[in-house]
């Protein structure tokens, strides 16, 4: 409730100064306001409004930000100051002031402050005098008037004003230190009773350490046991190795030529269409991962695996996990702590195809790692290491997987039987003899490729109308293969030059895309070569047609990228593709009749 306001006049006039009549209002105004102690300052901000004729400040607050919003002299009025004529010339409406209060007319309990008076009229300044933005914030203010010299008054009782709110910090500040002072003490003593339980319970432990110890002894001499046994069974393994070795001697390698694609559909146990078989061939003559992507339960595994087999390769499934997040999920990682390496398939892969190619050579088979399911996690993520790596010329591919001190010690002593296990993961790289299958799942359950790995990857694509049937003249014999040097990759160097063209679209998605269209060129045109039915010009557009949707369309973003060229009624599987994309993309933003979407 509001003080009566006759009341507050006579207890003015019972105060003989003015500045203590002041100093009465002001405290009226700051405990109505609830503006702590530290923070009573004679100095305030706010707003000049217009009312009837007469400049008022309102939305007074404080220096220090808080508002002064009750008057506590009058329920009904918000507080307000008057000012005084000498002052009032050169204030307009809603310009922002930093006054200093002194005492008002007594007139009306709404001008209970005066901003100055005739004497003073230099105690109110705007903003714009002060060089300060009409929007400066507390702080700024307070910085502009401590670090200035336009307005010495208002420095000097904000500068007395900091230092009693110093005081008041550093009071409370001694009050906590003396309470932690007080709370260490009694650490102390909890601390000095467990150092001492300790100390018994040391006691205790040295005759457990000299147990220990002597079970550490025991255990040593039955590793030197296992040793021997290990030896043993490695003298048995070479024995094995060798009987493997001889068998694989009995295979009759083959090479690519245009007998080669009859040859490897009978040997498939479904039939296939030959448009899967050519781009599954061609694409391994390149660094790239064969995407085999469409709907679950159509067949992408069987088909990786039904080709493998028919080209004689060593085929590698490794199941992808929905946590998989970094190189360690696919390459293991070293433990220091027993010493060993923790490996994992997908690393043992890659040993066993380096080992395969150090032994055979120019003979060694293909070996093939499937990722199946390879987008239940990111691609990007686990995978990084060797999408890097893949873009780096096949003798660059190293992998280093052991810690660096580990790989000095090797290389200083690569005869301590200690490091004997940690050998076979030393001098790692990608093979030329490897090549990375992924399947995909075109569904809610997967995520999403990224720009970075669909530029790495040739897309095949199956669908639910397009299941192969059973191949009843299916031949399961082992008697031959293809070498992996059939499907070595083409260098900068010897890339085809008469490899059909694709009018300028490659080099406005990607220009790496033009060399992987000459890369894999030699590799069609080989297995094209006795289709005698077929002209040169019609081998050449259906290898473009193959090659854009395959590797074009996936790398597409909208379908201007496809101006010009994917109209052409000669390419007719693109042209279906295209369409279907621009279905997806219609069901997918319904009022843009433009868009375009690859992927479901």
């Known amino acids: 409730m509001g003080k009566e306001w006759e009341q507050v006049k006579r207890t003015l006039d019972e105060i003989d100064d003015d500045e203590g009549k002041l100093e009465c209002v002001l405290f009226d105004i700051w405990v109505a306001n609830d503006i702590k102690a530290d923070e009573r300052i004679n100095l305030f901000i706010g707003k000049v409004y217009d009312i009837n004729g007469q400049l008022y400040v309102t939305d007074i607050e404080t220096v220090f930000g808080d508002p002064c919003s009750k008057n506590p002299y009058n329920d009904s009025n918000t507080l307000r100051a008057f000012i005084a004529p000498p002052v009032r010339m050169k204030l307009q409406e809603d310009d922002r002031v930093i006054f200093k209060a002194h005492l008002g007319r007594l007139l009306w309990d709404h001008e209970l402050i005066l901003v100055a008076d005739r004497k003073n009229g230099h105690d109110v300044k705007t903003f714009s005098e002060l060089d300060l933005s009409e929007t400066a914030d507390y702080s700024e203010v307070m910085d502009h008037i401590l670090n200035t010299n336009k307005v010495p008054s208002f420095k000097k009782v904000l500068f007395e004003c900091n230092i009693n709110r110093s005081v008041t910090l550093l009071g409370n500040k001694k009050k906590e230190l003396e309470t932690e002072i007080y709370e260490l003490g009694k650490q102390k003593e909890d601390i000095l009773k467990a150092v001492s339980a300790a100390q018994e319970e040391t006691e205790k432990y040295k005759e457990l350490l000299e147990e220990t110890r002597q079970k550490k002894r025991e255990t040593e001499a039955e590793i030197v046991n296992i040793g021997y046994e290990i030896k043993d069974y490695r003298k048995r ?16 390698a083959r090479k690519i030529d245009g007998d080669c694609l009859k040859l490897i559909k009978e040997r498939l146990m479904y039939n296939y ?194 299941i192969s049937g059973v191949n009843t003249d299916h031949n399961n014999s082992s008697d031959i293969y293809f070498p992996a040097d059939e499907f070595r990759e083409i260098s900068d160097m010897e890339i085809a030059d008469d490899a059909p063209e694709i009018t ?93 979407s690859f992927w479901e």
């Open 273 to 466: 269409d030959d448009s899967r078989i050519k781009a599954f061939l061609m694409a391994l003559t390149t660094s790239q991962i064969i995407a085999l992507c469409g709907d679950p339960g159509t067949g992408k595994t069987t088909f990786a695996k039904q080709m493998s087999d028919a080209l004689g390769a060593v085929f590698h499934l490794i199941q992808v996990q929905n946590n998989w997040t970094d190189r360690s999920d696919i390459l293991g990682f070293y433990n220091p702590i027993n010493e060993i390496y923790q490996s994992t398939e997908f690393l043992d892969a890659l040993i066993e195809a380096r080992d395969d190619l150090d032994r055979r050579g120019a003979e060694a088979p293909l070996h093939i790692i499937c990722l199946d399911e390879m987008n239940l996690a990111r691609v990007e993520y686990y995978f990084a290491t060797m999408l890097s790596l893949m873009q780096q010329a096949p003798e660059d591919r190293i992998i280093n997987v052991l810690p660096w001190d580990v790989r000095r010690k090797l290389k200083d002593d690569p005869e301590n039987e200690a490091y004997q296990s940690l050998i076979r993961y030393r001098n790692l790289c990608i093979p030329d003899n490897v090549r990375f299958v992924g399947t995909m799942n075109m569904d809610d359950t997967a995520q999403h490729l990224s720009p970075k790995v669909i530029d790495r990857c040739l897309f095949i694509e199956f669908g639910r109308d397009q």
């Open 504 to 596: 300028g679209v490659l080099k406005r998605v990607s220009p790496r895309l033009d060399k992987y269209r000459r890369c894999m060129w030699p590799m069609y045109s080989r297995l094209c070569a006795t289709q005698d039915e077929e002209t040169d010009d019609a081998v050449a557009d259906h290898y473009v047609d193959l090659f854009l949707c395959t590797k074009v369309l996936p790398s597409l973003t909208s379908l201007e990228e496809a101006a010009g060229i994917l109209s052409s009624a000669k390419y007719q599987k693109t042209v279906q593709r295209l369409e279907a994309g621009k279905e997806r993309g219609r069901l997918i933003h319904p009022f843009d009749e433009d868009s375009w």
């Open 237 to 252: 393994y070479h024995d094995l190795f060798s009987e493997a070795a001889e068998n694989e001697s009995n295979k009759i």
